[in-house]
Every structure is written in C-alpha cells, then in structure tokens.
C-alpha cells in the first residue's frame, strides 16, 4: 500500500466501525481523499491506483477506515447511524474475535531468532446427547 497524493474530499463522509474490546460503534469524520496504490494479493506485479477516504487517529496519523477488519460503512455527514443496519457484520465480527481469540500460538527461540512452533486450537466441546 502506498500512498500517491492526498487531497480534501468534496464531501465528507463519515467511517463507521466497531470497537468489539468495548462493544461499542466508532464514528470518525473521513475528510480526505487519498489516491493509493495497491498490490494485487494474487499477482504481485500486478498493481492498482484506488481512490480511498482517510481518517485521522488520535496521533494524527491517517488511515484508511476500509482497510480495518471492524470496517462496516462510510455514510453522508447528515445522515444519523442505525446499529440495526450492521446487526450482521457486527455478529460476524464477534465470531471472527472470538475464534481468533481461542487460537494459541506456541513459539520456539534460538539465541536471536523466533520461529513459529505450532498453532494450538482448542478442541470443540462435546455436549451430552440426548437418546430419548
């Protein structure tokens, strides 16, 4: 990802995303326009210049709202935010979190170097059938 020229958006938008830590929306005001150049994953020769709105964060840095994970839409500055809108990807970025969260990740040191051991997932819980 890199970034080529940065100008003000004629209409500033706002970025919706959750916060799945507190449980709560995040409402930032995405005010810029950057023209950014992206690689494609699956050709890594192969690239493309997006537009893409920015937001600023509590340092001052800009980001891209549409790249975050907790990413749900960017809406018209008047318009009022209704979280029955986002129901779904709310619930499916609770289940991503929670999923993440279960996986171990062990990890092996030699002097200065790390390397990745082993992924421990936790085995699924059976529940008591019923055979009535």
Excluded: H, W
């Excluded at 690239?47 to 990413?71: E, H, K, N, R």
């Amino acid at each position: 990802m890199f970034i080529l020229n940065i100008i003000p958006a004629p209409v500033p938008k706002k970025a919706v995303l959750y916060n799945p830590e507190n449980d709560t929306l995040i409402i930032q005001p995405a005010d810029i326009i950057a023209l950014m150049e992206l690689e494609n994953p699956d050709a890594p020769g192969e690239t493309a210049t997006i537009p893409m709105y920015l937001c600023s964060d509590s340092l001052g840095v800009y980001f891209p709202p549409q790249m975050d994970i907790t990413f749900l839409d960017l809406i018209d500055s008047p318009k009022t935010v209704d979280i029955g809108d986002y129901t779904d990807q709310i619930l499916e970025i609770k289940k991503f979190f929670d999923e993440a969260e279960a996986d171990t990740v062990e990890v092996e040191t030699k002097g200065n170097v790390s390397q990745i051991k082993r992924f421990v997932r936790p085995r699924k819980k059976e529940e008591p059938k019923n055979d009535s």
